[in-house]
């Protein structure tokens, strides 16, 4: 579960973050990344994370299931990600059948191509 700190909750932030940042894809997932751009000398917030998997992927039990699993990933990742960072991850249809190992591989790999 990730901590409500690092959260993306307002659609801006989702749309600062997918229009702004930049973006790595992988076959399961697309992760969009905007980094910290405040003043310097102001403590950035911790880095916050959302998601976006739309009915593309599947059914409901699908798309739940495959939030599940990219939550878990990124919780588990949040100790890496650059401080102030807004963090975006698209499910693509291909994430329905993805196992969770896939799926970490494939978030792994888009987050190290973008840092």
């Known amino acids: 579960m990730l901590p409500a700190s690092n959260r993306l909750r307002r659609s801006d932030d989702f749309r600062r973050a997918v229009r702004s940042g930049r973006r790595a894809g992988r076959r399961a ?43 878990a990933v990124l919780a588990q990742r949040l100790p890496e990600l650059p401080d102030g960072s807004l963090i975006v991850v698209r499910a693509l249809p291909s994430s329905a059948s993805a196992s969770y190992d896939e799926l970490v591989a494939d978030v792994d790999g888009a987050l190290k191509r973008l840092s």
Do not use: C, I, Q, S
């Open 29 to 71: 997932v697309v992760v969009h990344l905007l980094p910290w751009g405040g003043p310097d000398g102001v403590r950035p917030e911790p880095a916050r994370v959302g998601f976006v998997v739309n009915k593309a992927v599947g059914n409901a039990v699908l798309r739940n299931r495959v939030h599940r699993r990219l939550r």
